[in-house]
């Protein structure tokens, strides 16, 4: 059984810095490839990074490149988000995702169609 959790959600001031962990069983990180996706209180989901396994490439939204930087530790089983100078904007739920034919991010921060599994996800909130 695949699953995902979150942690390292919270409350921070506009600049400020959290780090997010997933931690997933079921699945091995060198298989697959892991995505982060954010929604907001008014629209829908949107995927922000997707983290390639092993030596792939890591893929940013435009929106947080620059400002987050993903990471894995495959013998934790856990990845992570850095996420600095944050915004308001950023506020939201953030998930992990990944799926059964995620092998590879495809060149997108947002293989959308790809994603089987989701963690319950962690609140960011960045107050101005």
């Known amino acids: 059984q695949v699953q995902l959790v979150e942690s390292g959600g919270g409350l921070v001031q506009d600049g400020g810095s959290l780090r997010l962990s997933c931690t997933v069983s079921g699945i091995r990180l060198d298989y697959y490839a892991i995505g982060w996706v954010r929604q907001d209180p008014v629209k829908s989901r949107a995927g922000i990074v997707c983290i390639g396994r092993n030596d792939a490439p890591t893929y940013y939204a435009p929106s947080v490149k620059g400002r987050f930087i993903a990471s894995s530790d495959n013998a934790r089983k856990t990845v992570y988000l850095q996420m600095n100078d944050l915004k308001p904007e950023d506020t939201g739920v953030y998930y992990c995702?990944?799926?059964?034919?995620?092998?590879?991010?495809?060149?997108?921060?947002?293989?959308?169609?790809?994603?089987?599994?989701w963690g319950r996800g962690v609140q960011v909130t960045v107050s101005s």
């Open positions: 995702a990944t799926g059964d034919e995620l092998e590879d991010c495809y060149n997108t921060y947002f293989p959308e169609g790809e994603y089987d599994y």
